[in-house]
């Protein structure tokens, strides 16, 4: 099987130990290794497939926690740096009732915004057939011409380009320059994951088959929606599923999004799924895909941070057969 590499930030979430209540409320806080990429090739990697990452860490204990989760999950972390030039990002995290998040971002810098193109070498992309990214560190920092070679040299591989735009306007002086950095990397993605309050705000369109249509006039093969409490859809040029909800307890949201698209891209990866495939997948097997991640998801949610799960885990929970 063949490897998911991801390119992004590496952080440390602390995720409250209260629920219902603001950010400046939170008195105790429980540590969680996170950052969004980290997160979907830990779930491929969990899953039975293979993950790389990536991304640079401070010199610093968090750092080191960190590369210590990858590795416990999996994770090849050969190409994650560590500097001295900053610290490893934090981010503190405060759950409402329905566990949906509010967060406090501190990496001004972070050690991760230090990751320069110069680092990124072609033996990163070694057997790997998809390359994912987020939005969080294209930020005007070297990490974001970082990105732009690691896309260059997964496509000279032919490899497919995955983009969660992940959207976190705290991190951005304005919520136009985060459209403005998501918009300018869009070009480049053949599988683009949105969450329905992100759809209006990434392509400019309401509705998820004019997205769809929008998408697919530059490079973009398949979307991906995923939508909370009204399930999940995926649009191909040819062919379209829809998965209704899961019903599963909801502890936390964090990592629910990457779940899906980890446990998404682990599917495409298992069944030998190409670039040139993607046009093809009939609407049955987008829904078994879509059935699989839903459910995937709601194990994650249903505890406290990004846990994922692992194949054994999950198929107890939900047996496939």
Known sequence: MRRVAAIGELLIDFVPQQK???????????????????????????????????????????????LDVLRINGVDTHFVFQTKRANT??????????????????????????????QITPEMMADCSILHFCSVDLVD?????????????????HMMISFDPNVRLPLWNSPAECREAIREFLPYANIVKLSDDEL????????????????FEGECRMLLVTKGGDGSAVYTRNAEAQYGVVD????????????FAGSFLFQLVRD???L???????????????????????MTVSHKGAVMASMEEFERTYPFG
């Open 276 to 298: 040139e495939d993607l046009d093809t997948l009939t609407g049955e097997t987008l829904k078994k895909y879509l059935e699989f991640s839903a459910k995937y998801a709601a």
């Open 200 to 215: 209006e705000f990434v392509t400019g369109c309401r509705n998820e088959q004019e997205a769809a249509r929008q998408l």
């Open 89 to 118: 990002g934090l981010a503190f995290v405060s759950l409402d009732a329905t566990g949906n998040r509010e967060f406090s971002f501190f990496r001004n810098p972070s050690a991760d915004l230090f990751l320069s193109p110069e």
């Open 272 to 274: 030998k799924v190409e």
């Open 20 to 66: 219902g209540c603001a950010l400046r409320e939170v008195t105790h806080f429980e540590r969680v290794a996170g950052g969004a990429p980290a997160n979907v090739v830990t779930a491929v990697s969990r899953l039975g497939g293979s993950g790389v990452m990536i991304s640079q860490v401070g010199e610093d204990a968090f750092g080191e926690h960190i």
């Open 248 to 259: 599963a307890p909801v502890v936390d949201t964090t990592g629910a999004g990457d779940s």
């Open 141 to 157: 920092w070297p990490v974001k011409e970082a990105h732009r070679r690691a896309i260059e040299l997964a496509k000279q591989k």
